[in-house]
């Protein structure tokens, strides 16, 4: 014990690393140049003597000047190292505004564990394998997970819909919630990044972000599409938290001011908490309603009356899938035909591929030709699909010209004769 601080001392153990090192001269030049502007922006506001504002300003530049010229000569932050330490510091900044925001009551308490356990994984994620393991971190909090296709399982199959309803709703909120958060990073990238680590890693950065971002809208337009309405009640449920917590710290600084006494302000803050815990719940989330309701927007299905479409919305199946999944293998029999509700899928055949998206269906050619099915599918974005049998998609081709007109365009595509296909599937 009496020898540790010597020993500590041999081995170079309190001393920074090179990188640690090299990094706080950086630190000290972008802080230093802040501190120029903040205090000149103060003597300026208290109009101060111009000879010592003069003089001390000479004696803080020469600071700053050799501040920024040992900075500009480090050398030893390589590139990669700059973009995980820029990675490292813009997701703890983001965990920074998580916290923030739940401290305002504008992000649930439900809803902080969960954004929280993200940006953790974010800053792990970062430290261990810099930007690849960010953006791993980052595909992972808009994936779904084992226990929401386990939900999926049990509506689908069992009709069973109250946890696929409650982590529905969980992720709408969470993608809101990550929505509204990254939206705030571009400024700490300007502010703060780009003075420490140069224009190109703020630039990647901004691109890493810009992904992120569009990842998210991605994946809420995809519940919006499939759930009308939801996504609008959980933003006005937001703007709701965010006026009562304006509303009180007004009152609080009005109280701070000697504006009104105790008294008052205890009432106000009762009424106040009242009609927080009104703002807290969260709409329910109807899924076989709301499944209906989609229905009626796919093109496919316009020409079908309200009885009909109706009758289509009881016996659609619903499927989830993540990307990566394998929807349908090849050689595998056809029983079914998809409808694409949200995501995208890719076909792949004799080295070929290609891409359906929202509003397209898959399957049906290997049902009309009554073949085996020739082509892999899986999901190149997490995936909502409504599932139709063989026998009903037969008698709803009888019914609908816009699907016919589909089935035509899409065996067209791929050198098929439509009108043989459509005589044997008993439609002209």
Known sequence: GTT???????????????????????????????????????????????DIVRSEAKRFGERLETAVKTAEEATDILDRDRIALGLIALAGHERDTILARVRERTISARMAD?????????????????????????????????????AAVLHGRYGVSGPLARMTADRFEMLLSQRLILRD?????????????????????????????????????????????????????????????????????????????????????????????????????????????????????????????KRLSRVLKTRYVDIGDVVLHKESPARSVFFIASGAVELESAGQTWRLGRGEMFGQMAILTNRVRRVDVRAIAPTTLLVLDEDRFRRLLERSAALRDAVRASAEKRGIDPVDLLSGGGAG
């Open 114 to 150: 969960l954004v929280l356990s993200d940006a953790d994984r974010l800053i792990e994620g970062a430290r261990t394998q810099g930007r690849s393991g960010y953006q791993r971190a980052a595909r992972r909090s808009v994936a779904y997970g084992r226990t929401f296709r386990a």
């Open 4 to 50: 540790l601080r010597w020993i500590i001392g041999r081995l170079g153990l309190d001393q920074l690393s090179p990188i640690d090192h090299a990094l706080s001269r950086q630190v000290i030049a972008v802080a230093l140049q802040t501190v120029r502007e903040d205090v000149a922006q103060t003597t300026e506001n208290y109009d101060l003597n111009r």
């Open 185 to 309: 990073l571009g400024t700490f990238i300007d502010g703060r990044i780009r003075r420490i680590h140069g224009r190109r890693v703020a630039e990647l950065l901004h691109d890493l972000l810009a992904r992120r971002i569009e990842g998210i809208e991605t994946a809420l337009e995809g519940l919006r599409l499939q759930y009308p309405g939801y996504a609008e009640e959980l933003e006005r449920r937001f703007i709701r938290r965010t006026a009562l917590r304006l509303e009180e710290r007004e009152y609080t600084l009005m109280r701070e001011d000697g504006l009104f006494g105790a008294e008052v302000y205890t009432a106000l803050m009762q009424e106040l908490a009242t009609r927080r815990t009104a703002a807290e719940g969260r709409p329910g989330l109807d899924l076989a309603v709301r499944r209906g309701a989609f229905i009626e927007q796919f093109p496919l299905f316009a020409d079908l009356g309200e009885g009909a479409l």
